[in-house]
């Protein structure tokens, strides 16, 4: 006799099993289902994110961080260390014993909200019927009165460079290094290739990033990106702007890297190489043809605003569908989808998903970068202030950055926020609630930020749109 669910999710990442829960929080019968298995051959719940991307990323660049200020800045706040020696070992370990715990909540999580957790492949069929192949045991078919498809992403292979997981990888394998590379080269300076090359370079490493576009960080403002291009070189990251990779070649001695840039042919040669282009949406074996589902030409599954595919009670979200890839959008686009399941109003403003890049400094943007204000047409206002003029970050050493405001000339309606600096990644949460109500700039000037604190860099941006800053010099 085949089971049947109220609600099937098949994926159990930061979009996936948030929306299993939610589903379930709404008094449905929810199962949930994913095929992660760890390089131990052990299988968890998480995804990427959890298991391979987002957290243990952050393990090791937190760990990376305090290796390098333990070395480098320290002494200026009167603390002798003597010498700082590394044990990789520990370090990979703290990152394994991360991610496990809170894989291993993730279980506890589905558990507790009586979420069945099915381990192995599910496969949507036609008439919201979904094949699951357990990793024991037969092929069963499963009854549901809708399906939410969550099934992810993966990075994007390159033929001339092609992963063999010890010389040239993606980026699962480049944090899990045993050793540190004498000389890494990252192909790729978005989100993933500059977190990888921070991690490696404060280590030790001699890295080399080969990005193929001209403009460093395209999708962030012009003044952001300006300010972190200073900053990572002056921590040794070497970042060559339009390089196009061409071949690469593996030998005794490491892997030859040929590249093309405005100079013509180039080379480099280092001991690991991370491909980190970007990712795709991983939908190899998620449905049958006859199931209904519609993809777009660059593969992802086709929805509306409100993650509805083309077939009635079949939702998807999170990376396998349009907007960022990013686990907050696509938990928030589970919770959207699991509600609107149970028949209540939800929906998601994409215009205000905050973006967070975790190296040092931080950098996160939310809205419009003034490029696109500006090409848009709508007469605008800005104000910076800088974290050099603030007593909080002096007194953390971390004074590089800034934060910057765009407003509205008319309504005086805040349109983008964008910092590069400490703590960047929680500061910019005032931001994306502020925006979310449709607040002015007068709305920040007037609330009241504690003092001394890197929150108050908000507030001196927000006074400086109307040439009001207190802390510094105005326009």
Same mark, same amino acid.
């Given at each position: ?10 994926? =159990? ?6 929306? #299993? ?5 709404? /008094? ?6 994913? %095929? ?19 957290? $243990? ?24 260390? /003597? ?30 909200? &009586? ?29 549901? *009165? ?10 994007? %292979? ?6 063999? /997981?010890?010389?040239?990888? @993606? ?13 890494? *080269? ?13 991690? +490696? ?10 990005? #193929? ?25 070497? !970042? ?22 405005? @100079? ?28 209904? !589902? ?11 605003? %409100? ?8 939702? =998807? ?11 907050? &959008? ?10 609107? !399941? ?10 205000? !998903? ?10 996160? +943007? ?24 603030? *007593? ?11 934060? &910057? ?60 749109? @109307? ?5 510094? $010099?105005?326009?």
């Amino acid at each position: 006799m085949s089971k049947s669910y109220d609600v099937v999710v098949i994926g =159990a990442g930061p979009a996936g099993y948030i929306a #299993a829960i939610r589903a379930a929080q709404h /008094g449905k019968t929810v199962a949930c289902i994913d %095929e992660w298995k760890n390089r131990d051959g052990k299988h968890a719940f998480g995804g990427t994110c959890l298991n391979a991307g987002c957290i $243990p990323s952050k393990a090791m660049l937190e760990s990376s961080e305090l290796f390098h200020r333990a070395r480098h800045e320290f002494k200026k706040h009167g603390i002798k260390t /003597g010498e700082v020696e590394l044990d990789i070992a520990v370090m990979q370990k703290r990152r394994a014993t991360i991610v496990r715990q809170l894989t291993g909540g993730i279980a506890g999580l589905l558990k507790a909200n &009586k979420v069945d957790g099915l381990i192995g492949h599910g496969k949507l069929l036609p008439g919201k019927q979904v094949e699951f192949t357990p990793v024991a045991g037969s092929v069963e078919i499963i009854n549901a *009165g809708n399906v939410i498809l969550a099934s992810g992403s993966s990075p994007i %292979e390159l033929s001339i460079a092609p992963f063999d /997981g010890d010389k040239i990888v @993606d980026s699962w394998s480049a944090l899990e290094f045993d050793e540190v590379p004498r000389r890494l *080269g990252v192909v790729g300076a978005g989100v993933i290739g500059l977190e990888l090359g921070s991690v +490696w370079s404060r280590l030790g490493s001699e890295v080399t990033v080969l990005e #193929a576009m001209e403009d460093f960080l395209f999708m962030a403002d012009r003044d952001v990106a300006k300010v972190a291009a200073k900053d990572y070189k002056q921590q040794g990251l070497d !970042i060559k702007l339009g390089a196009k990779v061409s071949a690469t070649k593996t030998g005794k001695n490491g892997i030859e890297v040929t590249y093309e840039d405005k @100079d013509g042919p180039q080379s480099i040669e280092v001991d690991k190489l991370v491909v980190a282009v970007g990712r795709k949406p991983h939908t190899d074996g998620l449905f049958a043809d006859e199931a209904g !589902i519609q993809l777009d030409e660059r593969g992802f599954i086709v929805v509306d605003d %409100e993650c509805r595919t083309r077939v009635k009670g079949v939702y =998807a979200v999170g990376d396998c569908v349009r907007g960022p890839m990013l686990a907050h &959008k696509g938990s928030e686009e589970g919770v959207m989808a699991a509600d609107l !399941i149970a028949g209540e109003i939800a929906e998601l403003n994409y215009n205000v !998903i905050p973006s967070v890049i975790y190296t040092a400094p931080e950098i996160a +943007w939310v809205g419009k970068t003034e490029a696109e204000v500006q090409q848009s047409g709508r007469a605008y206002k800005t104000g910076s202030f800088p974290f050099a003029a603030s *007593g909080r970050a002096k007194a953390m050493e971390q004074t590089s950055g800034m934060v &910057k405001i765009i407003s509205s000339k008319d309504d005086d309606e805040i349109l983008g926020v964008h910092i590069v600096g400490p703590m960047a990644g929680e500061l910019i949460s005032e931001a994306v609630l502020a925006m979310e109500f449709s607040a002015s700039t007068e709305d920040i000037q007037r609330t009241i930020h504690a003092h001394p604190s890197l929150a108050e860099a908000v507030h001196e941006a927000s006074l400086a749109v @109307d040439n009001k800053a207190l802390n510094f $010099p105005n326009k």
